[in-house]
């Protein structure tokens, strides 16, 4: 196929140079913003429960319209991305959530912070398109590797964001640190101009010429050159649209890779959230009249200690990171995937004694390292496996059954938790139970393979007829000039 040899061997002739450098860093504070805006959801509603006299459903209530302004518009900025661009899809969506996070923090009843969060979620439901941006200018080799290095912006987003309420919300209050964690969007905002459009994405559009500079562009950034041949456009009009997840090719895949995404954002929101629950419970105490361990969940604002475990738990995404780092390319996605949510199941279960506050914190640790890796894993699979024409709108449906478990998962970890240990606990370990043979049935491992251009191509015989002087682009295409 001309299209996707020319760009294919013009982005692996090009390599990782100084550009990806760049676009990492910027797609990096996407992450490092989405991170902290997620974050601070486990910091700020143990406040609001004490200083608005919140029941324990209005508190859930504040995390789960969170996700649910990211389920509906999930799937909505696939399409803008996959129909518009990569790139006006990213710079949108990190506007308005840069508008209405600010905006939050003047928030004066809980009637308001609940439509402003909302809104928030809304835009927040765009950034995993920063991935297929930076997916599509990435040579396989590199691939892997560096979408799981994102994952150290999510981190240090999360960690920062720990840090800064440790200083704010003993002296300045809630406000201010909704207030503070806009920062990333405001770099990002500053810096957003710089970002090119997708050279894949423009091909598809038939805006060959656009594509071609964007690749010298690339290029002459990184010091090396294009490959010589013709690019010729392989236009596809009808891009974003769901029913093309659904062709026989890729139905099967579909439906696992929502059940995956839905598992990952379950399990992780889930331990986030957990985390601050079972370290306000203090020791654990037992009722005669049922031997189940009852954590006694008051109104109790943060403390310093409070602040130093979930610090501590927190900094488990940089080794769950190293370890899929070590994994991913090694052993697959596939299996990756499978055994980041084994692990997660069997790091929860001594959490069933509600036991001794260190002992909560190391397993604690070790649940989010894994299911950090395997949310990763994810990301990395999801572009990789659909083609360029359906490519966003993957990863946006992928992202919005994300948003459908951590909508439901708080819940669970806020509500449910105060009825029973036992039975929270189980949920979890069941839904990673299932992500692991999800992971595994996957039809197709994108380990070390090309991205697919288009829908079409996939259902096209391998041995069609080629346009007239094709042959010449692309065995041309394998010399530099």
């Known amino acids: 196929y001309p299209t996707s040899t020319f760009v294919d061997e013009s982005v692996e002739a090009i390599g990782f140079g100084r550009f ?6 910027l797609t990096g504070v996407a992450w490092m913003a989405d991170a902290m805006e997620m974050m601070l959801l486990s910091i700020v509603t143990p406040q609001l429960r004490c200083e608005w006299r919140l029941s324990s459903w209005k508190v859930a209530f504040i995390t789960a319209i969170v996700f649910i302004g990211m389920m509906v518009s999930s799937s909505l900025w696939g399409n803008i991305s996959d129909k518009y661009g990569r790139k006006l899809c990213l710079i949108l969506c990190m506007l308005w959530t ?16 609940l439509v402003l969060r909302c809104l928030v979620g809304f835009g927040l439901g765009g950034a995993p398109q920063s991935v297929t941006l930076y997916t599509e200018f990435l040579p396989i080799k590199s691939r892997g590797i560096s979408i ?6 999510w981190a240090l987003g999360a960690v920062f964001e720990v840090l800064l309420a440790m200083v704010v919300m003993p002296t300045l209050g809630w406000k201010w640190l909704l207030a503070f964690s806009t920062f990333p969007l405001v770099v990002f905002a500053a810096s957003c101009c710089w970002l090119p459009e997708s050279a894949r994405f423009d091909v598809l559009r038939g805006r060959e010429d656009k594509a071609l500079d964007t690749l010298k562009y690339i290029a002459a950034a990184n010091g090396s050159s294009v490959p010589t041949g013709r690019l010729i456009a392989n236009t596809q009009t009808e891009r974003g649209r769901i029913r093309d997840l659904f062709i026989p090719e890729y139905r099967k895949t579909t439906l696992l890779v929502w059940l995956i995404w839905f598992c990952n954002a379950f399990s992780y929101y889930g331990i986030v959230l957990l985390t601050t629950e079972l370290f306000q419970s203090g020791s654990a105490s037992t009722d005669n009249s049922n031997m189940e361990p009852q954590c006694n969940l008051e109104c109790n604002y943060l403390t310093i200690h409070d602040y130093v475990d979930l610090l501590w738990t927190t900094l488990a995404e940089f080794p769950g990171i190293l370890v899929t780092l070590w994994m991913i390319d090694r052993i697959g996605r596939k299996k990756s995937m499978a055994i980041c949510f084994l692990l997660f199941s069997v790091s929860i279960l001594p959490l069933y004694a509600c036991t001794h506050r260190a002992v909560l914190t190391v397993f604690i640790f070790i649940a989010r390292a894994c299911i950090t890796g395997g949310w990763q894993v994810a990301y990395v699979y999801t572009p990789e496996v659909f083609p360029t024409a359906t490519r966003a709108i993957g990863i946006g449906t992928g992202s919005g059954m994300a948003r459908v478990g951590a909508l439901i998962t708080p819940f669970i970890a806020q509500v449910l938790l ?3 240990v036992y039975l929270t606990l189980s949920v979890y370990l069941i839904c990673c139970l299932l992500g692991t043979v999800a992971s595994l049935v996957l039809p197709m491992e994108t380990t070390g393979r090309s991205l697919q251009e288009s829908t079409q191509s996939t259902m096209e015989p391998k041995n ?3 346009p007239h002087g094709s042959e010449t ?6 010399t530099c000039p």
Request: glycine letters at 4%.
């Open 20 to 25: 990806q450098w760049k676009l990492s860093m």
């Open 98 to 113: 840069l508008h209405y996070g600010l905006l939050s923090a003047f928030a004066p009843v809980y009637s308001w912070i």
């Open 148 to 153: 799981i290095l994102l994952g150290v912006f």
């Open 418 to 420: 105060k009825s029973s």
């Open 464 to 466: 069609m007829e080629r």
């Open 473 to 478: 682009a692309e065995s041309s295409s394998n």
